[in-house]
């Protein structure tokens, strides 16, 4: 590992951190020895890294430190690179757009070492078919942003259409399509929606009543109640 990426590493470690953390913790974190932790939180607050604390106690990295845009190491920029072209393939129009956007971005602005792997990347993502939508993900996508109930009218398996009244919380992106995690105020629960299966949808004035946060730390706990009761279930014999 090149210096400028174990001090880029040493600042991450740093920055992630809850309480101070030790020398030895860093050490075995990147695979170095304590004496050269020591050295590289030297050489970092000899460039005005804001690091308290001291050897034998434990480091930490001060509040508002901002390190320079993209200082990013080869295993970070491919991550980059395979989450846009993934979304590039996956995504709504507008968002794929978005992800071309991003990577003619970073290829201007990383380092010249590293441009051969955004033009060249090691990894691939594979082609899928687009999901054809009637409602667009980029206006849901815009009902979360805003916080807004959403009226939706939708088709079920079976070619049932109900009309509902929900509280839109994160929209999923898989290879075989969208699905929307909302609360449902006609079934007065958490209910998935395909995105493929809306017919139309209008984002309604009234804001959701519930605090954005609350309400995805409830989404939350209602899926880890349903993963745990699922997986207690009995299996069958195979």
């Given at each position: 590992m090149r210096k400028a990426e174990r001090l880029f590493e040493v600042i991450q470690l740093l920055r992630l951190a809850r309480e101070p953390i030790s020398a030895q913790q860093i050490a075995k974190e990147l695979g170095s020895s304590q004496r050269s932790v020591y050295r590289d939180i030297s050489a970092l607050k000899a460039q005005?890294?804001?690091i308290r604390g001291?050897?034998?106690?434990?480091?930490?990295?001060e509040k508002g430190f901002d390190m320079p845009p993209l200082m990013l190491t080869s295993d970070e920029l491919d991550a980059a690179v395979l989450g846009a072209h993934w979304?590039?393939?996956?995504?709504?129009?507008?968002?794929?757009?978005?992800?071309?956007?991003?990577l003619a971005?970073?290829?201007?602005?990383?380092?010249?070492?590293?441009?051969?792997q955004v033009l060249e990347p090691a990894t691939s993502v594979a082609?899928?078919?687009?999901?054809?939508?009637?409602?667009?993900?980029s206006f849901l996508r815009?009902?979360?942003?805003?916080?807004?109930?959403?009226?939706l009218v939708y088709e079920d398996g079976s070619g049932a259409r109900t009309e509902r009244v929900v509280?839109?919380?994160?929209?999923?992106?898989?290879?075989?399509?969208?699905i929307l995690a909302a609360w449902c105020e006609c079934r007065s629960g958490f209910r998935y929606f395909r995105t493929e299966r809306m017919i139309s949808a209008d984002i309604q004035a009234q804001r959701i009543p519930e605090n954005a946060r609350a309400l995805r730390a409830r989404w939350?706990?209602?899926?880890?109640?349903e993963r745990a009761s699922y997986a207690k279930q009995p299996k069958g014999e195979e």
């Open positions: 005005n890294v804001p001291e050897a034998g106690i434990g480091y930490i990295l979304v590039a393939s996956r995504g709504e129009p507008d968002l794929a757009k978005a992800a071309h956007n991003f971005k970073i290829e201007v602005v990383v380092p010249e070492r590293l441009r051969g082609p899928v078919v687009p999901t054809k939508e009637m409602v667009s993900s815009n009902a979360i942003r805003l916080h807004r109930k959403i009226s509280w839109p919380i994160l929209l999923g992106y898989r290879d075989a399509g969208r939350r706990s209602a899926m880890d109640h």
